[in-house]
């Protein structure tokens, strides 16, 4: 009996230990649980945020392609435009060599028609010089005047009876003509004065 007495205590006690050990490995392996649902949650947390800093990365590549497309269509069209004004350079620098080459043509030809100007002016000076002479000394002989001498000067005029510069005698005919025109405006508005007054005789006499 006191030997099964010690038997019975012994299993009391050891499924009390075990109990112990039990429950302790128990509360061991809801701690663990725990634990295993805060790393699931944890590492869930962090695929997504990998996730989403894939997809950002993927589009912010995206987004740099597109730029570097862009930037390449622009720099292509920047080298086009350039080439384009290069040659516009060109050819606008040939017209001006083409055009100073003209105009160095255009000014000597004018130099030379001057030139022939000048030399034809002379000519016709003297041929007119010769005629007028010729029809000078023609008119001594048909109306028996004396006989022409001395210098005739093609720029002067006969004014009054005296011989004058061309220019003074038509700066004195301007001058004549102006008074004269004066002269005819004041005639005319006397002439409406006068009328007015016998106009206002008139309705007085009315």
Not at 48 to 76: G, H, W
């Amino acid at each position: 009996m006191c030997r099964s007495v010690v038997l019975f205590q012994g299993g009391l006690v050891g499924r009390e230990r075990q109990a112990e050990e039990v429950s302790a490995l128990e509360h061991k392996l809801s701690e663990a649980n725990h634990d295993l649902e805060q790393s699931l949650a944890a590492n869930t947390n962090l695929l997504a945020l990998i996730a989403t800093e894939a997809a950002e990365k993927e589009l912010s590549q995206k987004e740099a392609a597109e730029a570097r497309r862009q930037l390449e269509d622009e720099r292509l069209r920047a080298a086009a435009e350039i080439a384009k004004l290069k040659e516009l350079v060109e050819e606008r620098g040939k017209q001006l060599s083409a055009s100073a080459t003209e105009m160095v043509a255009l000014q000597l030809a004018k130099k030379q028609v001057e030139a022939e100007l000048d030399e034809n002016y002379e000519e016709v000076e003297e041929l007119l010089k010769q005629c007028f002479e010729r029809a000078v000394r023609q008119a001594h002989v048909l109306y028996g005047g004396p006989p022409a001498t001395g210098e005739f000067n093609l720029d002067c005029e006969v004014y009054q009876g005296r011989l004058m510069p061309s220019a003074e005698v038509a700066a004195l005919t301007a001058q004549e003509t102006e008074l004269a025109g004066t002269e005819k405006g004041e005639a005319k508005v006397r002439g409406k004065e006068v009328e007015a007054e016998e106009g206002e005789c008139i309705n007085i006499q009315d």
